[in-house]
């Protein structure tokens, strides 16, 4: 379970410091994914880098597995199960994607299991098991490979900031049933994701809003997506997928 205990963070500018996370408090429960939601810039991205390692608050604490992880590395939070996929990916020029879903699983996997990773975001496993992963990807191929790397760690906590960016609609079709997927299965993990796509809201177990730095709402996902959509016909989408959760 992770735990946001008053969480701010601010940047310097010519008044002193800007605000972008302002006190947030949330948490994540085992087994549920939770979508964070709301208008650019209004801290979204900032609090998952938070999270993850990638900046440092200003004030609050971060409880992750009932233990403080404010002052830890990312690498020291990855060690700990808390696993992030970048909204822009990172390249790595020499390094092939299947050691890097390797060194992701944290085990030497097997070509099959890679390539199953691989074909689960969409990828055809033998064009890209061998390629470097470096400039002659595309922005939507790094993408998908990233994702793959984190479904490959099977981590405690799985950060997706913005993952529909830079990928066209098959893919983002294809996105969804990852999600979708992982959902069914999660045991005693949890997903997190920063989006403002409809479809992926729909897959979520409860969503929240972060509008300037702080959170304006937040509850299952039947209560809170039809006030985003502001339609009955969303009211009604909303049941029907609760419904087909129960069964």
Request: glycine residues 8%.
């Amino acid at each position: 379970m992770l735990e946001l205990q008053h969480l701010s963070f601010e940047v310097a500018d010519e008044h002193g410091g800007k605000g972008i996370v302002k006190d947030v408090s949330l948490t994540i429960p085992d087994r549920e994914l939770v979508v964070i939601t709301g208008p650019n810039g209004g801290g979204k991205s900032t609090l998952a880098r938070l999270i993850a390692g990638v900046e440092t608050p200003t004030a609050g604490r971060i409880i992750f597995d009932g233990i403080d992880v404010t002052d830890l590395s990312i690498t020291e939070r990855a060690k700990r199960g808390i696993a992030f996929a970048f909204q822009q990916p990172v390249r790595f020029k020499g390094l092939q994607v299947l050691d890097l879903l390797r060194i992701a699983a944290g085990k030497r996997l097997g070509v099959g299991e890679a390539c199953e990773y691989l074909s689960a975001v969409g990828l055809c496993a033998k064009d890209y098991i061998d390629r470097e992963v470096n400039a002659s990807l595309s922005g939507g191929e790094l993408k998908r490979i990233e994702i793959a790397t984190v479904l490959a760690r099977s981590a405690r906590l799985s950060i997706f900031d913005e993952p529909e960016a830079g990928i066209d609609l098959w893919s983002f079709s294809n996105l969804i049933t990852v999600f979708e997927n992982m959902r069914r299965h999660i045991r005693d993990s949890s997903i997190m994701i920063i989006s403002h796509q409809e479809r992926i809201l729909s897959v979520a177990d409860r969503i929240v809003v972060i509008r300037e730095g702080r959170v304006a709402a937040q509850g299952p996902r039947e209560e809170i997506l039809p006030t985003l959509i502001g339609t009955t016909s969303a009211v009604a989408a909303c049941r029907q997928l609760t419904k087909e959760d129960r069964e």
